[in-house]
């Protein structure tokens, strides 16, 4: 299973960015998918989840500005960011699970994790 992130870059803060996650050797659709992001020095966080009837789960800090849709046969999943606050710089991590409980606070229970693409927003 592989997963590659892309999409990322640097922001003014109020600015958007679009993440797109490839998914091959796993279907992205099969069970859980989702977004977490790291500071350096900082504990994972989980940022916006999707399951595979389409439900989806944010965060506190993202609900509003973020959206995860997916589409099951380009085997990507996407993270629209809007509304960009300097404190959403991160590396952004995309990670699948199987179905189930598609939990943002786990991160631990997620199997299989991309190598991430870096955020930054300045003011």
């Known amino acids: 299973v592989q997963l590659v992130e892309s999409g990322g870059g640097s922001v003014q803060a109020g600015g958007s960015l679009t993440l797109s996650c490839v998914s091959s050797?796993?279907?992205?659709?099969?069970?859980?998918a989702g977004w977490f992001r790291q500071e350096p020095g900082k504990e994972r966080e989980g940022v916006a989840s999707i399951d595979r009837d389409g439900t989806t789960t944010y965060s506190v800090s993202t609900q509003g500005r973020f959206t995860i849709p997916r589409d099951n046969n380009k085997h990507t999943m996407y993270l629209h960011t809007s509304s960009l606050e300097p404190e959403d710089t991160a590396m952004y991590y995309c990670a699948v699970k199987g179905a189930g409980d598609c939990t943002l606070t786990s991160d631990y229970l997620w199997i299989y994790w991309g190598q991430g693409t870096p955020v930054t927003v300045s003011s």
């Open positions: 050797g796993y279907p992205i659709g099969a069970g859980c």
